[in-house]
């Protein structure tokens, strides 16, 4: 059972554009809600992060935005540049540290 | 400031045969997780260890996997005897305890013929 609903699976932007990745969860002890970056040959990095008390966190050009009555959070990547190709994994953490994934997004950024 | 450190970084042998993977934490790092990613099943944790202590094993697979974590600076994950489904990247990362932040090092790709 996937506890991490991630989509989509792959994603195409021109650059400048806004690229969008969508995660939904069921676990309501999730308090931790990271996206981490993943570069090929690389280990996954952490990007930004949310806690659930929070609706919106900015940091540059990466915003993620979380609906926790919905149970649903997202990350919003503005003027989305070839750089930012790479896997992106959204998670969720309970108390114990519990790192749950999702099963990843891999976005293509074309010039 | 090294990050996590992770040694084979590839990994070739064939079935049947013992496979050690071996990983040093971010120096002050309490607890340690050992992951595997696969294009089927993404990243699956395997185990996590606090104080050198395991805490939870749910995510092994299988009996023919162990792992240890002997002191606060090393950690080694076995598979005995490999098959060729274990193929896969095996990422290790560590964090301070009661903290968010993980921090994955390179990995160890493992191909089993």
């Known amino acids: 059972q996937q506890q991490v609903k991630q989509s989509p699976q792959s994603l195409i932007v021109q650059k400048g554009g806004i690229s969008i990745i969508n995660c939904a969860y069921e676990?309501?002890?999730?308090?931790?809600f990271p996206w981490y970056q993943q570069f090929p040959g690389k280990g996954p990095a952490l990007l930004i992060a949310?806690?659930?008390?929070?609706s919106e966190k900015k940091e540059g050009r990466f915003t993620i935005s979380f609906n926790k009555s919905a149970k649903q959070f997202s990350l919003h990547i503005m003027d989305s540049q070839p750089g930012d190709s790479a896997t992106y994994f959204c998670?969720?953490?309970?108390?114990?540290?519990?790192?749950?994934f999702g099963t990843g997004t891999r976005l293509t950024v074309i010039p | 400031d090294a990050g996590v450190i992770q040694s084979p970084r590839h990994e070739v042998t064939e079935m049947g045969q013992e496979v050690t993977l071996r990983c040093k934490p971010i120096?002050?790092?309490?607890?340690l997780f050992w992951y595997r990613q696969t294009m089927m099943r993404g990243l699956e944790l395997l185990i996590y260890?606090?104080?050198?202590?395991?805490?939870?094993d749910s995510g092994m697979p299988e009996d023919r996997f162990s792992a240890k974590m002997p002191n606060a600076s090393f950690s080694t994950l076995k598979i005995q005897p490999s098959e060729p489904r274990d193929s896969a990247v095996y990422f290790c990362?560590?964090?301070?305890?009661?903290?968010?932040?993980?921090?994955f090092g390179p990995g160890t790709r493992l191909t089993v013929l």
């Open positions: 998670a969720a953490i309970t108390g114990a540290n519990n790192l749950f």
């Open positions: 676990n309501t002890a999730f308090d931790y």
């Open positions: 990362a560590s964090t301070i305890s009661h903290t968010d932040t993980q921090y």
């Open positions: 120096s002050g790092h309490n607890s």
């Open positions: 949310i806690r659930p008390d929070v």
């Open positions: 260890f606090n104080n050198n202590v395991p805490i939870d």
